[in-house]
């Protein structure tokens, strides 16, 4: 079994900062990917950021330059940087993890964007 708790949500002005830590336990495997997406009130659940195992990266058009990625693979923790917050990044984030023996989610963690 594979749990994925994610930390780090809160409430945080317009061009604020916040990180987000997501961390795993349970049966982990170096080979994976790992990322990040959020879901807003009635809208579909979105990538915002993926992290392979050898560290490439990939981002949602809308967080490029305002968002990093990155993985501690000895802590088996996966972290998203979120600088420059806007009122339309406000949702909750979903930490993800894909996994030879399935695909998992965290519980999420909620971030909001306001003044």
């Known amino acids: 079994q594979v749990q994925l708790v994610e930390s780090g949500g809160g409430l945080v002005q317009p061009g604020g900062s916040l990180r987000l830590s997501c961390a795993a336990s349970?049966?982990?495997?170096?080979?994976?990917?790992m990322g990040w997406y959020r879901q807003a009130p009635g809208k579909q659940r979105d990538m915002v950021a993926l992290?392979?195992?050898?560290?490439?990266?990939n981002y949602a058009d809308s967080v490029k330059g305002r968002f990093t990625i990155s993985r501690d693979n000895a802590k088996n923790t996966v972290y998203l940087q979120m600088n420059s917050l806007k009122s339309e990044d406000t949702a909750v984030y979903y930490c993800?993890?894909?996994?030879?023996?399935?695909?998992?989610w965290g519980q999420g963690t909620q971030v909001t964007v306001s003044s």
């Open positions: 993800k993890a894909v996994l030879p023996q399935g695909i998992y």
């Open positions: 349970g049966r982990i495997f170096n080979s994976y990917v």
């Open positions: 992290i392979a195992s050898g560290g490439s990266t």
